[in-house]
């Protein structure tokens, strides 16, 4: 396809043009339909249908296939995340040390279901099916950073200094 | 480049290497890396600087060690001493000992049998060579299998000596890699054009499991080179490699490693001087436990929903694109340049009648040492639990151990001394699986593990075909029903059922191997699915465990 014929991008947005990279390397072929979707899912944090249909007419696939390949894979999300995150690991080792409980008590204080956003935007709670540390079970990692054995008072402290801004180590 | 100029950088970078009194090297898998490792290796690599000694002190960071739970790990020279729990203000104390005797307190005693019951095959080189360097690799003898088998070996050759040396597929069912490897050579292409593809299994998606992230971490010109000789024997100019984006660090090592490779034209046109071409990429995988399937893998890389679909064909005479596909897990790969290089007969000395070699377990749940192991073939679990793992802390009593995740089963106090193979753990009622080892002890409720599978499994459900995406859900149910006390004895009798139906029909190995932590948790532990459901009605609904369950609407 030549740049002539390329969709125009949804927005201004310069990070668009990561996403344009992305699908030029690959010669906008239609078999690199998932490695376009992580390049914007990487620039802007989540995949709207905005982006979907930019996607879609880029690669010429039809839209309910780009829609039905993001909802497939848990990697990529359709809503924003929060601004800060917390993932517990839920792999095995973690799941026999406690993550369960350890979901459950953040999920009691902040009102949310892993999965979710804090209303006001400010956290998500994810999971993680195994994060490969399995060493430090149960493994959680708060705003990228791992954070291993952790009691639950020692996590929701973590998780408040950091919504606070307040980095109390 | 030409096999002598890969002798040469190989020599050159000892002779560099050889000229440090010391080396210092820092793990950076990512067990060690949650705890800081990179800030010990900045310190510590600041530190020689600062201290003027960068002549005579060189520090690399590394692959994992192994022992991940005494994590960050720095090993001096070879393992002399190896220190553990580094902080990274440790930094100071680690340089100022190197020519003094160690503190003993960080000290971790590598005469353990931690250490020694254990064998280095495909590991190695893995907390030894700087992963990012490829001539450190290449002086550690990377390559070099890749250079015998393009100069002095037929297709046919290598293909020949993988069939003799007995290597079985790691991923956990256990193919002869041979015999594959040769389908794979035999088959033609859809359209005579003879194009075919090497896919190198990365999307390792057992929870609990993390062998196959720490070599590619650890070594990955290891698993390039496996490919490589791959794509020669079977005849193959491309290969992909398949990972997980939630391994950002192997796909940046791998990255790296290919882009070195290309440069150093080990990659590429007439490699090593030969007229062998290959090319390798990576594909990211996007979070999906059923892509580890092998056709669901190839819809995965050919951008589709990774859902299965029936075979034959196999992807070994219709797989990417139509084209014969040989499709191999990295730990498989890893094992291919030490058999090149050393002989099949030396490789089928290791390990057992029928499973040769040795495998990777990742060791985890309740036991003292956590963390990567790899052990020859036929070793005990007992052996593997006791000695290598240091038994179970606190003073409580083993249970069980988990082995193959999702698709395997538990394994009891009775069975400890089965020989670790594909076989005996199949007839014991489990399976190799791809290296997950999880101990349990009396704490572990089992019905609650079965039921955390199961979650797993109804999750993972690709959802193409009924048996798997109904099943599994129902199956779930009913587990959580049973551990909240709220079944009848008709729950567990429809629950056998579904497990023999959900096994029977599926699709693929997903929802045929999803019942299997039940079944193996039904035949050594049904007193607690008995006792849960003999005291139901006795607890009400809101009983003491009720708020142990997740809702679930089925």
Redesign the interface.
């Given at each position: 396809m030549t740049v002539a014929t390329l969709p125009k991008a949804p927005t201004e947005d310069k990070r668009w043009r990561i996403v344009e990279a992305a699908m030029r390397r690959q010669g906008f072929d239609?078999?690199?339909?998932?490695?376009s979707?992580?390049s914007v899912q990487q620039a802007f944090g989540f995949i709207d249908t905005h982006a979907m249909a930019y996607v879609a007419k880029a690669l010429r696939?039809p839209l309910a296939?780009v829609y039905?390949?993001v909802t497939?894979?848990?990697?990529?999300t359709l809503k924003p995340q929060g601004k800060h995150n917390c993932i517990v690991c839920?792999?095995?080792?973690c799941?026999?040390?406690g993550s369960?409980d350890l979901l459950r008590a953040v999920e009691e204080k902040y009102h949310i279901k892993e999965g979710e956003t804090t209303a006001d935007g400010e956290l998500s709670l994810l999971v993680?099916?195994?994060?490969?540390?399995?060493?430090?079970?149960p493994?959680t990692v708060v705003d990228g950073?791992?954070f291993?054995k952790p009691t639950h008072e020692m996590l929701m402290k973590r998780i408040q200094s950091k919504l606070e801004g307040t980095e109390a180590k | 480049m030409t096999p002598e100029e890969l002798q040469s950088i190989a020599l050159k970078k000892h002779e560099e290497n050889g000229k440090f009194k010391h080396c210092l090297h820092v793990c950076v898998g990512?067990?060690c890396?949650?705890?800081q490792a990179d800030q010990v290796l900045k310190n510590l690599t600041d530190g020689v600087k600062k201290g003027g000694v960068d002549k005579d002190v060189r520090v690399i960071g590394v692959g994992c060690m192994g022992l991940?739970?005494n994590?960050p790990m720095v090993s001096v020279d070879d393992n002399q001493p190896l220190y553990q729990h580094i902080k990274p203000t440790d930094a100071p104390t680690i340089l100022n000992a190197l020519d003094k005797a160690p503190p003993d307190e960080m000290v971790c005693d590598t005469d353990q049998p931690f250490f020694k019951r254990q064998m280095q095959v495909v590991r190695e080189n893995s907390g030894r060579v700087d992963p990012e360097d490829i001539s450190d690799c290449i002086a550690h003898g990377a390559y070099a299998s890749l250079a015998k088998a393009l100069t002095t070996m037929s297709p046919g050759d290598v293909i020949q000596e993988v069939t003799k040396s007995g290597l079985r597929g790691r991923g956990g069912a256990g193919y002869p890699t041979g015999l594959k490897w040769s389908t794979v050579a035999k088959a033609s292409g859809p359209d005579g054009r003879g194009q075919k593809y090497v896919v190198c299994n990365g999307d390792e998606?057992?929870?609990?499991?993390?062998m196959d992230?720490s070599v590619m971490e650890g070594d990955p010109h290891r698993v390039l080179e496996g490919m490589c000789i791959a794509g020669y024997a079977v005849g193959a100019s491309k290969g992909i490699v398949y990972v997980r984006?939630?391994?950002p660090l192997a796909v940046k090592r791998l990255n790296k490693a290919i882009n070195q490779a290309v440069r150093n034209e080990i990659l590429g046109r007439n490699i090593l001087g030969t007229n062998f071409n290959f090319d390798l990429e990576i594909?990211?995988?996007?979070?999906?436990?059923v892509c580890g399937e092998e056709t669901a893998l190839i819809a995965?890389?050919?951008?589709?929903?990774?859902t299965p679909r029936p075979r034959p064909p196999y992807p070994a005479n219709s797989g990417l694109f139509d084209c014969p596909t040989l499709i191999n897990n990295v730990e498989t790969f890893a094992n291919i340049p030490p058999i090149i290089a050393r002989g099949s007969s030396w490789f089928a000395n290791i390990g057992t009648e029928k499973s040769k070699g040795t495998k990777i377990f990742?060791l985890?749940?309740?036991v003292k040492n956590?963390?990567l192991i790899e052990v020859p073939m036929g070793i005990t679990l007992r052996e593997i639990i006791y000695d290598i793992g240091g038994g179970i802390p606190d003073g409580k009593a083993f249970k069980a151990v988990?082995t193959g995740?999702p698709s395997g089963g538990c394994l009891t106090e009775k069975e400890l001394d089965i020989p670790v193979d594909y076989e005996s753990l199949a007839k014991a009622g489990s399976i190799m699986g791809s290296g997950?080892m999880?101990v349990?002890d009396e704490t572990?409720n089992m019905v609650d593990?079965a039921r955390?599978?199961m979650e797993?499994c109804m999750s993972e459900s690709?959802g193409k075909c009924i048996p798997c995406r109904v099943g599994t859900c129902q199956m779930h149910a009913l587990l959580d029903k049973i551990y909240n006390r709220k079944a009848t004895p008709g729950d567990l009798a429809l629950l056998r059922e579904l497990c023999d139906m959900v096994k029977a029909t599926s699709l693929c190995g997903l929802g045929q191997t999803a019942p299997n932590p039940v079944l193996s948790t039904l035949k050594h532990f049904e007193n607690e699915y008995l006792e849960r459901i003999q005291t139901s009605g006795a607890t009400n609904a809101h009983g003491p465990s009720a708020h142990n369950g997740h809702e679930v609407n089925a």
């Open positions: 239609s078999h690199a339909l998932i490695e979707l992580h696939v296939k039905g390949v497939f894979y848990h990697f990529f839920l792999g095995t080792a799941y026999i040390k369960g993680a099916r195994c994060i490969g540390a399995c060493g430090l079970a493994a950073e791992v291993g | 990512s067990g890396c949650s705890s991940c739970a994590g998606g057992d929870p609990g499991a993390f992230r984006a939630e391994y594909r990211l995988g996007a979070g999906a436990f995965s890389i050919e951008g589709n929903r990774g990742a985890t749940g309740k956590t963390g988990q995740g997950g999880i349990m572990s593990v955390f599978f797993f690709c």
